[in-house]
Structures are given as structure tokens and as C-alpha cells.
């Protein structure tokens, strides 16, 4: 296969080049150089490109011709193609018309004030998102009362197959991660108090943590993962194909049709999940107690009779309804705030289970709090 | 490139396609010239976008010969298949822009692959490809989520055109544009086909399109071409499927409005 080549023709005026081969993208590099050697200055102030004998010619080859001539055009200097072959005088005509915008370079920004335009961008999102929160907290307030007026409007199938979605599918997945924290927990209290005699108190350290603390948090953040973003993903999805349109130009709630069904299957699931989860902590602890420290499982249900009280573990499950209503608005009010691109419903997906993580948290540190100064 | 003798830019035969128990194309053949605008018609679910994409190589067929500039694409091996992605464009449907590039980065990516050229030569290119299909310098640094319908077919032919195919392949290109915008995208497509000799094979359902801009069309009924000739001959056609089609009723409203 031939190369692309440029010749300069010797002697005469005005200045002659002769083009030939095939002036396509498979030579771009060729091309370029080419294009990019023939200087300026020692050719005359007309300059003839003879291109009868090119071959191929494609975009790439008709922009370099053009760029070439734009070359000497920006020198004074006037450039113009002989012996065009028909075939190519539409593309060589076309490519003379692009790019003549001239090219603003678009101002970079300061990084200081994009810095600050981030803050403030983010600050005011925050209290969009606070917004969009009380909002489907308040939609969800007004139809529970309405279902409280009128109980048979509450979509009960709706409503328990939801909770079979959230609550008997989680139980196994729920059973495991928190047996496997309790034992976790258990094995590195055991190894470390052991150094200064105390392995007795790992019962009591197990106990607390897991009823009052860890229970409740890891089953609400593995709920907010696993529930949460299947709730977002779904309403989402109805919302871009317009179902939710669709539903409300029928007349229907969505919040009463979609969502309070869904919030209220996690406020009933959490709790069970939580007891359920603690309970499978605990054995997980008491096991490797047994199996690593030594402790036999009478002493170890014995210690936990005195270290514990009902109190640890009904502030445990205080917790959880709330830790499902914070996760419930958070999903379904991300869900609603898709819109019509699926790059939109990933993104929400992703923003509801980090937010609600985050405010599980939160809200876990105010019960902290509150506990604290009540005394329990 | 070598200097190619044979007429045909495809040529479809024998060709049987099928999932599970259904067969979607039966023993079908069909051949593209080089440098004409094909048109594929057929009923909804017929199986068009199948034959394109069996032709492409994204669908595998169970017997049958397809030969792309005469090449035979499961008999290549991978570095042919890569010499001949170069040489064909492909307009999806939905526009398939990559979502996380702008528009000018969408139409770069093949020619940064594939092209060892300067990245102040592949601006001015991009843009120039930006502007052939009628959009702005300005569209380039939109990313695909901020077009409109049109502009996303635009840009997508863009893209398709990146590396000056020979063949383009258009997927439903007028679908979901309102007349005007599908006009001028025909108009666009007749254009960009005459200034690099492009061979078009486009599946459409739209008659206009079909009038206005295609050499041939090719109708698909029941897993087979039942008619391919110039338009004029499909209306004369016989076929109860082809007849249907051509003379409905919507058909007949767009000859009443033209004639």
C-alpha cells in the first residue's frame, strides 16, 4: 500500500505542490506531519496544490488540505486546489464550510471560588434535601391518619408483601452478619482482656454492646442497603417509566398506594429483625466464649443474667422503628426524585442508601444522647 | 486499503436466526450495492432489527453466509474484526452515546483508538464531524443526557461517521423525531451519503424516509425478503404483506398529501 506524499514541484510560480496517494485516515500520522513540514515563508504569495493525483480522500485528508490552506491563509497568503477530481470536490467543498467559528477558550475557573461555589452548592442542596424528607415524612403522617379514619384503605396485601420482601427474605442474610459480628466481637474482647485477667467481663462487653448498640446498627444499615436501595430502585424506576403519573391521573395517592405500604412494612420488620439479629449475636458470642475462651455455656447465660437488664435491651429496640422510618422516607423520597435518564436512577439509588447509612447513624448518636440523660 | 472489485457492500444468504423453537429469519437472503441507501421494512417484531444485528455479528446465526466487503465476519479472526469495525458505522436506536463522555469525547473515541493523530487535529476534526451533521461547536461539551432526541441521533451519526466508514448502518434513525426534524435528518443522511459515497443500510418505518432518500427497499414478511426493488416496484408489488403496508391507510393519507 502506498504512502501519502506532498512534493513540492522545483522552479516557477507560483509555489506548486503536487498530493498524491491515498489521503486517508489510515496515514493520520503521515498526514499530519506532511502537512505540518511545508513552510510558510519560502513559498510565493499564491500557492498551487495539484491533488489529481490523490486516490482516497476522506475526511481526514480534506482537513488537512483545508488546514493546510488555512495555514497560508493566516499568512497572507492564498492557497488554492487544482484539478479537483469530481469525486472528492463534494467532501474538499463540505470541510471548506466547518470549523470557522473561532474557538473561545472557555474561562477555567478559580479553584478557590469553585471551591467556595461547591460549599455553597452543597449547603444549599442540604436543605433541599432536609425539604424533600419533611415532605414524605408529612405525606406519610397525613395518609396514616387518613388510614386511621379509614382502615379499610390501607393496602394490607400490599403491605404484607412488602414485608415479606424486608422481613422473612432478610432473616437468613440478617442471622449470618450478626452472628458473625457477635462472634467477632467476643474473640478480640477475649484476647485482649485476657491479658489483664478480666475474660469474664467479655459476657458483659458482648451483652451490652450488641443489645443496646450493635444489634439495632447493623441490622438498620444491612436493611438500608438491601431494603432501602430495592425500595429507591422501584419507585424510581416507576417514576421514570410515569407510572406514578399514570396512578395519580387515576386519581390515586402514590404515597398511599406505593409508599406507606412499604414504610410500614419496615417499621414492622426492623424490630423482629433486630430481635431476631441480637439473639444471633449473643449465640455467636456465647459460642466462640465456649469454644476460644473456655467459658461453658451455663457460666456464660449465667453472667449475662447479671450483666444485663431488660433496660439494655428495650433501648435496643426503641430504636429500631425509628431507624426504619428515617430508612423508609429516605429511600422512597431518593426514588421520587428521579428523573427520566437511568444514570439518574443509580445515582439516587447509591444517594439513598449512603444518606440513610449516614442518618441511621446520626440518629443512633441522639438516642445515645437521650438514653443518657433519662437514665437508661 | 485494496482497490475491491465486487459490487455487493453485503451480502446476506441462506440465512436462518432463531431463539429457541422460534425461527426469526428463514433462509433469507439480501444484497446491498456499494453506494446505495437500502431500505428495511417489515411488521413490528418481524425481525428487522435482528437482521441487522445478526449482520453486524452482535446476534449469532445458525446457518447462512454473510459477506461484508467481502469479508466473512465469523471466519475472521480478531484483528480483522477490529480492521473492519473501522470501516462501518453503526447509528443504534437509542443513540448507544457513552453516557459518562461528552458529546466531542463520544465522537473522538474511535479516532483516539485507532488514529495516531494530535489531539489539536482530533479537536478540529471532532468538531468538524460536530458540524457536518448540523450541530454546534458548542453541542460538543454536552453530555448525552442533555440532548434532545434530534441532536442525540445527530450525534450518534457523528460518532457512527468518526473514522469515515464505508458502510453505515442506521437503526430506525427517524423514530421518535417530529416530521420536520426526521426530514432534515433524511435530508442530512442523502447529503452525507453523496459526500463520502457511503453504502446506507437502514431499517426504518418511516414512509417518508423510504420515499424521499432510499435507492432500494428490501421488505421483510415472515423471516424472508418477500420484495426488494426501487420504491416505484414495491407499490406495484403483489405480496398480501407488502400490499398492506404500501397502500394502508396511512399510506394512502401520504400519497393523497404528496400527489
Same mark, same amino acid.
Given at each position: 500500500?502506498?504512502?501519502?506524499?506532498?512534493?513540492?514541484?522545483?522552479?516557477?510560480?507560483?509555489?506548486?505542490?503536487?498530493?498524491?496517494?491515498?489521503?486517508?485516515?489510515?496515514?493520520?500520522?503521515?498526514? %499530519?506531519?506532511?502537512?505540518?513540514?511545508?513552510?510558510? +515563508?519560502?513559498? =510565493?504569495?499564491?500557492?498551487?496544490?495539484?491533488?489529481?493525483?490523490?486516490?482516497?480522500?476522506?475526511?481526514?485528508?480534506?482537513?488537512?488540505?483545508?488546514?493546510?490552506?488555512?495555514?497560508?491563509?493566516?499568512?497572507?497568503?492564498?492557497? @488554492?486546489?487544482?484539478?479537483?477530481?469530481?469525486?472528492?470536490?463534494?467532501?474538499?467543498?463540505?470541510?471548506?464550510?466547518?470549523?470557522?467559528?473561532?474557538?473561545?477558550?472557555?474561562?477555567?475557573?478559580?479553584?478557590?471560588?469553585?471551591?467556595?461555589?461547591?460549599?455553597?452548592?452543597?449547603?444549599?442542596?442540604?436543605?433541599?434535601?432536609?425539604?424533600?424528607?419533611?415532605?414524605?415524612?408529612?405525606?406519610?403522617?397525613?395518609?396514616?391518619?387518613?388510614?386511621?379514619?379509614?382502615?379499610?384503605?390501607?393496602?394490607?396485601?400490599?403491605?404484607?408483601?412488602?414485608?415479606?420482601?424486608?422481613?422473612?427474605?432478610? !432473616?437468613?442474610?440478617?442471622?449470618?452478619?450478626?452472628?458473625?459480628?457477635?462472634? &467477632?466481637?467476643? +474473640?478480640?474482647? &477475649?484476647?485482649?482482656?485476657?491479658?489483664?485477667?478480666?475474660?469474664?467481663? $467479655?459476657?458483659?462487653?458482648?451483652?451490652?454492646?450488641?443489645?443496646?448498640?450493635?444489634?439495632?446498627?447493623?441490622?438498620?444499615?444491612?436493611?438500608?442497603?438491601?431494603?432501602?436501595?430495592?425500595?429507591?430502585?422501584?419507585?424510581?424506576?416507576?417514576?421514570?417509566?410515569?407510572?406514578?403519573?399514570?396512578?395519580? =391521573?387515576?386519581?390515586?395517592?402514590?404515597? %398511599?398506594?406505593?409508599?406507606?405500604?412499604?414504610?410500614?412494612?419496615?417499621?414492622?420488620?426492623?424490630?423482629?429483625?433486630?430481635?431476631?439479629?441480637?439473639?444471633?449475636?449473643?449465640?455467636?458470642? #456465647?459460642?466462640?466464649?465456649?469454644?476460644?475462651?473456655?467459658?461453658?455455656?451455663?457460666?456464660?447465660?449465667?453472667?449475662?443474667?447479671?450483666?444485663?437488664?431488660?433496660?439494655?435491651?428495650? @433501648? #435496643?429496640?426503641?430504636?429500631?422503628?425509628?431507624?426504619?422510618?428515617?430508612?423508609? $422516607? $429516605?429511600?422512597?423520597?431518593?426514588?421520587?426524585?428521579?428523573?427520566?435518564?437511568?444514570?439518574?436512577?443509580?445515582?439516587?439509588?447509591?444517594?439513598?442508601?449512603?444518606?440513610? !447509612?449516614?442518618?441511621? !447513624?446520626?440518629?443512633?448518636?441522639?438516642?445515645?444522647?437521650?438514653?443518657?440523660?433519662?437514665?437508661? | 486499503?485494496?482497490?475491491? @472489485?465486487?459490487?455487493?457492500?453485503?451480502?446476506?444468504?441462506?440465512?436462518?436466526?432463531?431463539?429457541?423453537?422460534?425461527?426469526?429469519?428463514?433462509?433469507?437472503?439480501?444484497?446491498?450495492?456499494?453506494?446505495?441507501?437500502?431500505?428495511?421494512?417489515?411488521?413490528?417484531?418481524?425481525?428487522?432489527? @435482528?437482521?441487522?444485528?445478526?449482520?453486524?455479528?452482535?446476534?449469532?446465526?445458525?446457518?447462512?453466509?454473510?459477506? &461484508?466487503?467481502?469479508?466473512?465476519?465469523?471466519?475472521?479472526?480478531?484483528?480483522?474484526?477490529?480492521?473492519?469495525?473501522?470501516?462501518?458505522?453503526?447509528?443504534? +436506536?437509542?443513540?448507544?452515546?457513552?453516557?459518562?463522555?461528552?458529546?466531542?469525547?463520544?465522537? +473522538?473515541?474511535?479516532?483516539?483508538?485507532?488514529?495516531?493523530?494530535?489531539?489539536?487535529?482530533? %479537536?478540529?476534526?471532532?468538531?468538524?464531524?460536530?458540524?457536518?451533521?448540523?450541530?454546534?461547536?458548542?453541542?460538543?461539551?454536552?453530555?448525552?443526557?442533555?440532548?434532545?432526541?434530534?441532536?442525540?441521533?445527530?450525534?450518534?451519526?457523528?460518532?457512527?461517521?468518526?473514522?469515515?466508514?464505508?458502510?453505515?448502518?442506521?437503526?430506525?434513525? =427517524?423514530?421518535?423525531?417530529?416530521?420536520?426534524?426526521?426530514?432534515?435528518?433524511?435530508?442530512?443522511?442523502?447529503?452525507?451519503?453523496?459526500?463520502?459515497?457511503?453504502?446506507?443500510?437502514? $431499517?426504518?418505518?418511516?414512509?417518508?424516509?423510504?420515499? =424521499?432518500?432510499?435507492?432500494?427497499?428490501?421488505?421483510?414478511?415472515?423471516?424472508?425478503?418477500?420484495?426488494?426493488?426501487?420504491?416505484?416496484?414495491?407499490?406495484?408489488?403483489?405480496?398480501?404483506?407488502?400490499?398492506?403496508?404500501?397502500?394502508?391507510?396511512?399510506?394512502?393519507?401520504?400519497?393523497?398529501?404528496?400527489?
Amino acid at each position: 500500500m502506498a504512502n501519502p506524499t506532498l512534493t513540492a514541484i522545483a522552479g516557477g510560480e507560483p509555489t506548486t505542490f503536487s498530493a498524491a496517494g491515498p489521503w486517508i485516515a489510515v496515514h493520520s500520522s503521515a498526514l %499530519e506531519q506532511l502537512v505540518g513540514s511545508v513552510s510558510l +515563508q519560502r513559498a =510565493t504569495p499564491r500557492i498551487v496544490i495539484d491533488i489529481a493525483g490523490v486516490e482516497q480522500l476522506d475526511t481526514l485528508g480534506a482537513w488537512s488540505l483545508e488546514r493546510l490552506a488555512r495555514r497560508f491563509q493566516d499568512h497572507g497568503q492564498e492557497l @488554492v486546489f487544482a484539478r479537483i477530481p469530481d469525486r472528492f470536490r463534494g467532501l474538499l467543498d463540505r470541510v471548506h464550510d466547518v470549523n470557522r467559528e473561532i474557538s473561545t477558550p472557555r474561562a477555567k475557573a478559580n479553584r478557590v471560588i469553585a471551591g467556595l461555589e461547591s460549599v455553597g452548592r452543597a449547603t444549599v442542596g442540604f436543605k433541599d434535601d432536609a425539604k424533600s424528607f419533611l415532605e414524605m415524612l408529612g405525606a406519610i403522617g397525613i395518609s396514616l391518619l387518613s388510614i386511621i379514619v379509614r382502615p379499610r384503605t390501607l393496602r394490607l396485601t400490599s403491605a404484607v408483601h412488602h414485608l415479606y420482601r424486608v422481613g422473612w427474605q432478610a !432473616i437468613p442474610i440478617m442471622l449470618l452478619i450478626t452472628f458473625l459480628i457477635g462472634a &467477632i466481637i467476643a +474473640q478480640q474482647g &477475649i484476647f485482649h482482656f485476657r491479658k489483664f485477667g478480666a475474660d469474664a467481663y $467479655v459476657v458483659d462487653m458482648v451483652g451490652i454492646l450488641v443489645l443496646r448498640e450493635i444489634g439495632v446498627l447493623i441490622v438498620s444499615i444491612m436493611v438500608a442497603g438491601r431494603s432501602g436501595s430495592a425500595y429507591t430502585a422501584e419507585l424510581g424506576s416507576m417514576k421514570m417509566r410515569e407510572e406514578i403519573d399514570a396512578l395519580r =391521573t387515576m386519581g390515586f395517592d402514590p404515597v %398511599e398506594v406505593l409508599i406507606l405500604p412499604r414504610v410500614l412494612a419496615l417499621v414492622c420488620a426492623l424490630p423482629i429483625l433486630t430481635f431476631l439479629g441480637s439473639m444471633s449475636a449473643l449465640y455467636g458470642g #456465647g459460642l466462640v466464649a465456649w469454644l476460644y475462651g473456655g467459658m461453658s455455656p451455663e457460666i456464660f447465660i449465667a453472667r449475662i443474667r447479671e450483666a444485663i437488664s431488660v433496660t439494655h435491651f428495650e @433501648v #435496643g429496640m426503641v430504636k429500631a422503628p425509628f431507624m426504619a422510618l428515617v430508612i423508609g $422516607v $429516605v429511600a422512597c423520597s431518593e426514588g421520587l426524585r428521579v428523573k427520566g435518564s437511568a444514570e439518574s436512577l443509580g445515582l439516587q439509588t447509591t444517594t439513598s442508601v449512603v444518606k440513610s !447509612i449516614f442518618l441511621v !447513624i446520626v440518629l443512633d448518636g441522639v438516642f445515645a444522647i437521650f438514653f443518657a440523660s433519662i437514665g437508661m | 486499503m485494496v482497490a475491491t @472489485v465486487e459490487q455487493s457492500a453485503i451480502s446476506v444468504s441462506d440465512l436462518m436466526v432463531g431463539f429457541g423453537k422460534k425461527i426469526v429469519l428463514d433462509h433469507l437472503s439480501l444484497e446491498v450495492r456499494r453506494g446505495e441507501i437500502l431500505g428495511l421494512v417489515g411488521a413490528s417484531g418481524g425481525g428487522k432489527s @435482528v437482521l441487522l444485528r445478526t449482520i453486524i455479528g452482535l446476534i449469532p446465526k445458525r446457518q447462512g453466509q454473510i459477506e &461484508i466487503m467481502g469479508m466473512e465476519l465469523d471466519k475472521a479472526d480478531p484483528r480483522e474484526i477490529r480492521m473492519i469495525g473501522r470501516r462501518w458505522g453503526i447509528l443504534f +436506536q437509542q443513540g448507544a452515546l457513552f453516557s459518562s463522555l461528552t458529546v466531542r469525547q463520544n465522537i +473522538q473515541f474511535p479516532m483516539r483508538e485507532n488514529l495516531e493523530i494530535s489531539d489539536s487535529l482530533l %479537536e478540529e476534526l471532532a468538531t468538524a464531524k460536530l458540524e457536518m451533521v448540523g450541530l454546534s461547536r458548542d453541542d460538543g461539551d454536552k453530555f448525552p443526557s442533555e440532548l434532545s432526541g434530534g441532536m442525540t441521533k445527530r450525534a450518534a451519526l457523528a460518532r457512527a461517521l468518526a473514522l469515515d466508514p464505508e458502510i453505515v448502518f442506521l437503526d430506525e434513525p =427517524t423514530s421518535g423525531l417530529d416530521p420536520i426534524s426526521a426530514g432534515e435528518f433524511d435530508v442530512l443522511i442523502s447529503t452525507l451519503q453523496r459526500t463520502f459515497g457511503l453504502t446506507v443500510f437502514m $431499517v426504518t418505518h418511516d414512509l417518508d424516509s423510504l420515499h =424521499t432518500v432510499c435507492d432500494r427497499v428490501a421488505a421483510l414478511a415472515d423471516g424472508k425478503v418477500v420484495a426488494v426493488g426501487p420504491m416505484r416496484e414495491l407499490l406495484d408489488s403483489e405480496h398480501p404483506w407488502v400490499k398492506s403496508y404500501f397502500h394502508g391507510d396511512r399510506a394512502r393519507v401520504r400519497a393523497g398529501v404528496t400527489h
